[in-house]
């Protein structure tokens, strides 16, 4: 038998009015990589803050090595050997490599820069990862400095590493780079704990996966047991026959439709130009790979990026739009393809973020009163089964499926003729992402015309009708009825309009 390294037994978790975990049990073997899974407010977070020190469970015991042990505080968690490393870098990238992997080491002792730099790169030569120990971390890529991190909870001698959806903001490449150190790690006995939402991913790397739902655990499983649709399943609690029930497949022809938006040669400050245009009731799409213009363009359309030249025709009309404001007045909305940065913010209740829009469109000096806000938070928290534990709730402490519902209902609340989303579904749960994507195509039988961004092909053959696929920051083709296939657009995005 696997030796059991962490035993986490009938944890509960309550916050006022949640229970947010109850008698959850996990297991870590010495030497695995184990997928923590479940849709966003499953649990998976809350029990992540539990184990490292983060929140003090109200019921449960934990044990490491056999030895029962109490963590109440990240300190605690430390001293025993688990280390954590976060989506968010929480590194200082004006330090250098070095100086990352010991900060707070040090205790008050007089640091030998030449020593600390020497043992920093011999880690770093150790684990294959491409950094010197003098470089500057900011000028490493996100996948580099996530490395650097993992390296500073090796040297710190960790024997439980948690790994929080590390690769969300990694191309393929990089993935392939963070896999192959989580795999050497796991040769040398390190047991890994992988929460993410790629469930390719899942099963190219993990070992075993463990299901909450609801904050109670639903199963633990061997990889090899439990198909991926299975595994859908478990985590949304129903079969999931209605992802084939959306579009893919399904030829749409909007040639003969109403244009509502029409640019030509839009150009942007970010050096790229382009003709663009969408139908009435239309769902389509930018793809292409990361750093190809895909975001680059919609900004462009929704003026968040400074307009540098091109014409624009909304309804057939000559229109100006070089800020967001105008584009709003024009009826388009825009969910941006980062919500931390660019779409929530944090410290304000659900309620308020959600008329944000709205008010900044009838301007600040009509004020939509305390009523009318607290209706439509109300209507919008219910149409979009947005779960929070009341409109009041300050949106940061959301999960961050339900934080792009809010978004969503932000910009529905307009009422908008056009509605633009970068990456809706990045970073959120597998139901979510299905009520997002079924959403898309009931707002375009209802006449909005929507354009999708996923870094997942197939999400977008689901939603789309129509694709424009981009690289280097130029369209190099136009992908629609029977050519709207994955092999086509990869296709098309490595050797330009076929």
């Known amino acids: 038998m696997e030796h059991e390294l962490l035993e986490m037994r009938n944890i509960s978790k309550i916050f006022p009015g949640v229970k947010a975990l109850s008698n959850v049990d996990f297991t870590l073997r010495k030497g695995e990589?184990?997928?923590?899974?479940?849709?966003?407010?499953?649990?998976?977070?809350t029990l992540i803050k539990v184990l490292t020190g983060v929140y003090?469970?109200?019921?449960?015991?934990?044990?490491?090595?056999?030895?029962?042990?109490?963590?109440?505080?990240?300190?605690?968690?430390?001293?025993?050997?688990?280390?954590?490393?976060?989506?968010?870098?929480?590194?200082?990238?004006?330090?250098?490599?070095?100086?990352?992997?010991?900060?707070?080491?040090?205790?008050?002792?007089?640091?030998?820069?030449?020593?600390?730099?020497?043992?920093?790169?011999?880690?770093?030569?150790?684990?294959?990862?491409?950094?010197?120990?003098?470089?500057?971390?900011?000028?490493?890529?996100?996948?580099?400095?996530?490395?650097?991190?993992?390296a500073r909870a090796v040297d710190m001698k960790c024997k439980v590493l948690i790994l929080d959806e590390p690769t969300s903001s990694l191309d393929d490449k990089e993935v392939n780079m963070l896999f192959k150190l989580?795999?050497?790690?796991?040769?040398?006995?390190?047991?890994?704990?992988?929460?993410?939402?790629?469930?390719e991913q899942v099963y190219e790397v993990c070992d075993r996966i463990t299901v909450l739902r609801n904050g109670e655990l639903v199963g633990e499983y061997l990889i090899e047991d439990l198909p991926q649709v299975e595994?859908?399943?478990?985590?949304?609690?129903?079969?999931?026959?209605?992802?084939?029930?959306?579009?893919?497949?399904?030829?749409?022809?909007?040639?003969?439709?109403?244009?509502?938006?029409?640019?030509?040669?839009?150009?942007?400050?970010?050096?790229?130009?382009?003709?663009?245009?969408?139908?009435k009731g239309e769902v389509n799409g930018f793809t292409g790979l990361l750093g190809s213009g895909r975001s680059e363009s919609v900004r462009a359309i929704f003026g968040a990026d400074k307009v540098t030249g091109g014409t624009v025709k909304i309804?057939?009309?000559?229109?100006?739009?070089?800020?967001?404001?105008?584009?709003?007045?024009?009826?388009?909305?825009?969910?941006?393809?980062?919500r931390k940065r660019d779409g929530i913010i944090a410290d304000l209740s659900v309620r308020e973020n959600?008329?944000?829009?709205?008010?900044?469109?009838?301007?600040?000096?009509?004020?939509?009163?305390?009523?009318?806000?607290?209706?439509?938070?109300?209507?919008?928290?219910?149409?979009?089964?947005?779960?929070?534990?009341?409109?009041?709730?300050?949106?940061?402490?959301?999960?961050?499926?339900?934080?792009?519902?809010?978004i969503l209902a932000r910009w529905l609340l307009t009422h908008p003729d056009y509605l633009i989303l970068d990456?809706?579904?990045?970073?959120?749960?597998?139901?979510?992402?299905?009520?997002?994507?079924?959403?898309v195509l009931k707002l375009a039988e209802e006449g909005v015309s929507v354009t999708f961004i996923s870094s997942e092909v197939e999400e977008m053959l689901r939603t789309c009708s129509r694709l424009i696929v981009m690289r280097d920051r130029h369209i190099v083709g136009e992908l629609k009825g029977k050519d709207l296939n994955q092999a086509q657009v990869m296709k098309t995005i490595a050797g330009g309009e076929s």
């Open 33 to 45: 990589i184990h997928a923590l899974m479940g849709e966003n407010g499953a649990g998976k977070s």
């Open 56 to 150: 003090q469970m109200d019921g449960g015991e934990i044990s490491v090595d056999g030895d029962k042990i109490s963590i109440r505080s990240p300190q605690d968690a430390q001293n025993n050997g688990i280390s954590t490393v976060y989506q968010e870098i929480t590194l200082c990238p004006n330090l250098t490599v070095a100086e990352n992997m010991y900060i707070g080491r040090e205790n008050g002792v007089l640091v030998n820069h030449k020593s600390r730099e020497k043992s920093a790169d011999k880690i770093l030569q150790e684990l294959g990862i491409p950094a010197r120990s003098t470089q500057q971390l900011g000028s490493c890529s996100l996948a580099v400095q996530q490395m650097v991190a993992i």
């Open 182 to 199: 989580m795999r050497d790690l796991k040769a040398q006995g390190v047991g890994i704990i992988f929460v993410t939402h790629f469930l």
């Open 231 to 279: 595994l859908v399943a478990k985590m949304i609690g129903k079969d999931l026959d209605e992802l084939s029930s959306l579009s893919e497949g399904e030829e749409k022809n909007y040639d003969n439709a109403e244009v509502f938006y029409e640019a030509t040669n839009l150009s942007s400050s970010d050096a790229l130009s382009f003709d663009f245009k969408i139908h």
């Open 315 to 338: 309804k057939g009309e000559d229109v100006k739009v070089t800020k967001p404001l105008d584009a709003m007045k024009h009826g388009i909305g825009y969910l941006a393809e980062d």
């Open 354 to 406: 959600i008329i944000l829009a709205l008010q900044v469109m009838k301007g600040f000096f009509k004020p939509i009163s305390r009523s009318e806000a607290e209706a439509f938070a109300d209507e919008y928290i219910k149409v979009l089964n947005i779960k929070t534990a009341s409109r009041e709730t300050p949106i940061g402490s959301l999960s961050g499926g339900n934080q792009q519902k809010v």
């Open 423 to 439: 990456e809706p579904t990045r970073g959120i749960d597998v139901g979510t992402k299905l009520e997002i994507q079924k959403l």
